[in-house]
């Protein structure tokens, strides 16, 4: 006799992130696998609030139709989701978290299917299960630049043209006899000599600019998965044939 383990999934919304945050501390450190625990929103978004993603996310719940809009409410105004699936033996540790840390509890229980196959009485259940693609979007960092700028001095070089004047002192033989105003030519010569020495002076001047912005591309990409579903297979025991579509 085969049969299907029971599991149970609790969600429910936490309008204060910290206090989602220490409910999944305590739950890990109530037993609770960490991979078991999905978070949505707050500081440990999952995704960027793209409606696929977040039916991705409450489909893996299993989250009805009228508390996904609840709960993407609660999302929208910047609570917290967290939701656990586990087996129904911790339900009540996972329960006492919850209250513990003053959740909106969504869903308390959801039950998955069981079965007992092989039973000579009653009627079994055999749950047919195929799962659909579901396909969202978020945004990611794809690296970038940083532009700035620093000083670079480089040496340089230019010959100019410089002009000089030199006093000349130059004695000459006369021997003439000398006269009344040689003698009253007494007074002090001076004479000065000029030079040109290098100015130097600079202008600065924009020669480029360097313009910084992005562009925005789009493309299209092809999601490859294996989807997985279940087929039920009948056979038939015995010998005897019967001819009664009812008996197939």
Same mark, same amino acid.
């Given at each position: 006799m085969a049969e299907f383990s029971e599991q149970t999934i609790l969600?429910?919304?936490?309008?204060?992130?910290?206090?989602?945050?220490?409910?999944v501390r305590d739950l890990i450190e109530a037993g609770v696998p960490q991979s078991a625990i999905s978070v949505m929103g707050g500081a440990t978004a999952r995704n960027e609030g793209s409606a696929a993603t977040n039916q991705i996310f409450f489909a893996e719940l299993k989250v009805p139709e009228s508390d996904v809009r609840m709960l993407t409410t609660g999302l929208n105004h910047g609570g917290t989701v967290v939701g656990v699936k586990a087996g129904e033996s911790l339900s009540g540790k996972i329960e006492a978290v919850f209250r513990k840390h003053a959740a909106s509890q969504v869903d308390e229980k959801v039950v998955s299917p069981s079965a007992t196959l092989g039973t000579s009485s009653g009627t079994a259940v055999v749950p047919v299960i195929e799962e659909d693609l579901l396909v969202g979007k978020r945004e990611i960092e794809r690296g970038g630049v940083r532009v700035f700028?620093? $000083?670079v001095e480089t040496p340089v070089s230019q010959t100019v043209e410089l002009r000089e004047?030199?006093?000349?002192?130059?004695h000459r033989p006369v021997g003439r006899p000398a006269t009344e105003a040689d003698f009253k030519t007494l007074e002090t010569i001076e004479r000065t000599g000029m030079a040109e020495v290098p100015v130097v002076g600079k202008t600065a001047h924009v020669v480029e600019?360097? $313009?910084v912005g992005?562009?925005?591309t789009e493309r299209t990409e092809r999601v490859h998965d294996t989807l997985r579903k279940t087929e039920v297979e009948v056979e038939r025991l015995g010998t005897a044939r019967s001819s009664d579509p009812r008996d197939i």
């Open positions: 969600v429910c919304l936490f309008h204060d992130n910290e206090n989602a945050r220490a409910a700028r620093h $000083l004047e030199h006093v000349v002192i130059e600019e360097v $313009l992005k562009e925005t």
